[in-house]
């Protein structure tokens, strides 16, 4: 009976599973990283890595096994591989932010989310590939190439953390860190079968994520199930006085996933199943919504009536805070400078930003500046800053109605490599769905949900409010369990970890 099936809980976590196999000592950290770096090798095609710290990672695994042998407590990570998507600083590894204009820029200092991982004792394996500074829904706008899908190599993982997704969805590594603006995280998440958490702005310190939009970006893990991302952001996520927008409040521990739905409130907005929104990952939605209706649940229509606003608001947003954020990428004092020869700092700063930045960045700036400048400013970016707080009141009033709020990630499965770069409109809509829970400053995480036709993954939104990662890390958890198995495998897979 499918209530039995929900109250036996979430499926464990890889996370778990490896670090009790160490405990145990049928594996070491150093034969898990040593799996890793092989899988990653032999799924090079994927072009899921801007650079795999193979030594740094191997030294930090034996430093936990020596650590281990002298019966040191370690900690919940302890020799867990982790990829980190290439926008988030690393003290030592170089970061690009998949951009030219970083190129060969060795950060010193590591991000806070790193110096936790590396406080729990997980190994960061390497850096990810990304849309250039994160602006894509495609992983293809990378100045070292496109990343490809593991299900289908011709086709996108998404973006644009669509390498954190890639390299887990391959069996390299068994969680990975993204960054999530307006989708980044849950669509690539959606593209490759995977579970990605954004959380509630404020949650995961910013410090050393390399700024897009400040009031949106937010960091967040990317695994195989919904222990193993509830595992990550426990140790991720809290207060961080070096971060002016972290927020106070404690945060749980995810140990209630194996709680059952029934009697909780699943909202699902009108506004989420308009046009355009592919049959198939509308049948699976459906399908997943109907599941958590017969296991108590109580399904209730909610409505977002700003939703239709919310894409323009979010290129306003993103681009005006973008333009600004972007000026201290001058090839002055990181990354990129150009060689030729200039006559005054002026052509200094315009020719390494025009060598630096690709056409997608570039496209993004001039918005951005033409948004905050004198006599738009008023019409455009506080204009886009009034609707936003009316998407934000939507949620509030939905919330009043509901627990959880429910919905397609995205409105299509991965699509062709190259299939939508002529048209910068149709791939800024890839993000429908996942942009008014970032201007809400809400959280929201895609979990599996099901199959197209052609065997691509689709993926579930589950949005909660401010703080509510428990909540819907828990319908995601039930869920996960409720769906029938699926035991397929990405077509390029390794056995990594
Ligand atoms: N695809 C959206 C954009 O291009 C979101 C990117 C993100 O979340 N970083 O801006």
Redesign the pocket.
């Known amino acids: 009976m499918a209530t039995t099936k929900a109250d036996a809980g979430p499926k464990p976590g890889v996370v778990a599973a490896l670090v009790d196999a160490q405990r145990r000592g049928e594996v070491t950290a150093t034969a898990l990283v040593e799996r890793s770096i092989a899988a990653a090798r032999a799924t090079q095609t994927l072009n899921a890595w801007t650079h795999l710290a193979a030594d740094k990672a191997l030294a930090r695994a034996a430093d936990i096994d020596r650590r281990r042998s002298r019966g040191e407590k370690l900690g919940p990570l302890a020799g867990v591989p982790v990829g980190v998507k290439d926008q988030i600083v690393t003290r030592g590894i170089p970061t690009t932010a998949g951009s030219r204009i970083l190129e060969g820029w060795v950060p010193p200092y590591d991000a806070t989310v790193i110096r936790r991982l590396e406080a729990a004792d997980a190994i960061v394996l390497g850096k990810l590939n990304q ?1 250039e500074l ?4 495609s992983s293809e706008s990378s100045a070292v190439g496109p990343v490809r899908n593991p299900w289908d190599p011709a086709r996108v993982p998404g ?2 953390s669509g390498g954190s997704a890639a390299a887990v969805a391959a069996g390299v590594c068994p969680v990975s860190l993204g ?6 995280i849950r ?1 690539p998440a959606s593209f490759c079968g995977l579970v990605g958490l954004k959380p509630t702005y404020g949650r995961v310190s910013r410090h050393g994520a390399v700024a ?1 939009a400040s009031s949106l970006d937010q960091i967040g893990p990317l695994g195989r199930t919904v222990a193993d991302v509830a595992a990550v952001f426990e140790v991720i996520a809290g207060h961080d006085p070096q971060d002016a927008t972290s927020l106070t409040a404690p945060v749980p521990a995810m140990d209630d996933l194996g709680e059952a739905v029934a009697g909780l409130r699943v909202g699902v907005p009108g506004e989420y199943f308009a046009s355009g929104l592919d049959p198939f990952v509308r049948a699976a939605v459906d399908g997943a919504i109907a599941l958590l209706g017969a296991n108590g649940a109580e399904v209730v229509p909610v409505e977002l009536p700003h939703t239709r606003y919310a894409v323009a608001t ?1 290129y306003l947003v ?1 681009t005006a805070e973008a333009s600004s954020n972007l000026s201290r990428l001058d090839g002055v004092r990181y990354g990129h400078r150009t060689v030729s020869s200039v006559k005054d700092i002026g052509e200094l700063y315009a020719r390494s930003r025009a060598e630096g930045f690709g056409p997608e960045v570039k496209r993004r700036i001039l918005l951005g500046t033409f948004a905050l400048s004198h006599g738009y400013y008023d019409a455009y970016y506080k204009k886009a800053q009034q609707v936003r707080t009316l998407i934000r009141r939507d949620f509030e009033q939905a919330f009043e109605r509901c627990d959880v709020i429910v919905g397609p990630t995205s409105p299509v499965t991965a699509f062709g490599l190259g299939e939508r770069l002529g048209d910068p409109l149709q791939m ?1 809509l ?2 429908i769905y996942t942009i008014p829970s ?1 201007l809400a400053g809400n959280t929201s995480v895609s979990v599996p949900c099901g199959f197209d036709p052609e065997g691509m993954p689709i993926g579930l939104q589950i949005i909660g409010p401010p703080l509510g990662e428990g909540r819907i890390l828990r319908v995601a958890g039930q869920l996960e369990r409720l769906l029938p198995a699926d035991e397929r495998k990405p077509r390029v897979y390794a056995e990594g970890c």
């Open positions: 849309d994160a602006m894509g829904s973006g644009s960054t999530d603006t307006g989708g980044s669509q897009f979010y993103a800024y890839m993000d970032s």
